[in-house]
Nanobody
Framework: QVYLAESGGGTVQAGASLRLSCRLTGDSRDNWGLGWFRQAPGKEREFVAALSWGGGIEDYGNAVKGRFKISNNMATNTVYLQMNMLQSEDTGDYYC??????????????????WGQGTQVTVNS
C-alpha cells in the first residue's frame, strides 16, 4: 500500500508562482514514478505532469507546458510541482498519484492506482 500527501496549495494572484509537494510513504520499493492531476470546479480531472525515477519519463499536459516543472527528491520520497506564470485557468484541486507497483507513470487517470487527498490552488485574476 502506498500513501500520498500533497501540500503547498494556496491563493495567489495571476502571474505568481507556487510549489506543490507530494510525499510518498508506505511500501514504495517498487514505485517507478508519480504524476500530478488537477480538477477545476465542474470539470473533469486532467493530467498535469508525470515523472519516472531516473528521468526516463517527464511529461506535461498541453495547458501547462513551459510553465510547470516536475521534479523529485529521492532521499525524501518527495515529488514537487513548480508552477510559474499561474493563470486563473490553473485554479483547481491538485492531486498526486502513483501507479501500481512496477508500472510507469502515464497521462491517463487509469494509469494510477493510488491518489492523495488533494491540495487546493486558487489563482485570482
Amino acid at each position: 500500500q502506498v500513501y500520498l500527501a500533497e501540500s503547498g496549495g494556496g491563493t495567489v494572484q495571476a502571474g505568481a508562482s507556487l510549489r506543490l509537494s507530494c510525499r510518498l510513504t508506505g511500501d514504495s520499493r517498487d514505485n517507478w514514478g508519480l504524476g500530478w492531476f488537477r480538477q477545476a470546479p465542474g470539470k473533469e480531472r486532467e493530467f498535469v505532469a508525470a515523472l519516472s525515477w531516473g528521468g526516463g519519463i517527464e511529461d506535461y499536459g498541453n495547458a501547462v507546458k513551459g510553465r510547470f516543472k516536475i521534479s523529485n527528491n529521492m532521499a525524501t520520497n518527495t515529488v514537487y510541482l513548480q508552477m510559474n506564470m499561474l493563470q486563473s485557468e490553473d485554479t483547481g484541486d491538485y492531486y498526486c498519484a502513483a501507479p501500481q507497483s512496477r508500472k510507469a507513470p502515464g497521462s491517463r487517470i487509469v494509469d494510477y492506482a493510488y491518489w492523495g487527498q488533494g491540495t487546493q490552488v486558487t489563482v485570482n485574476s
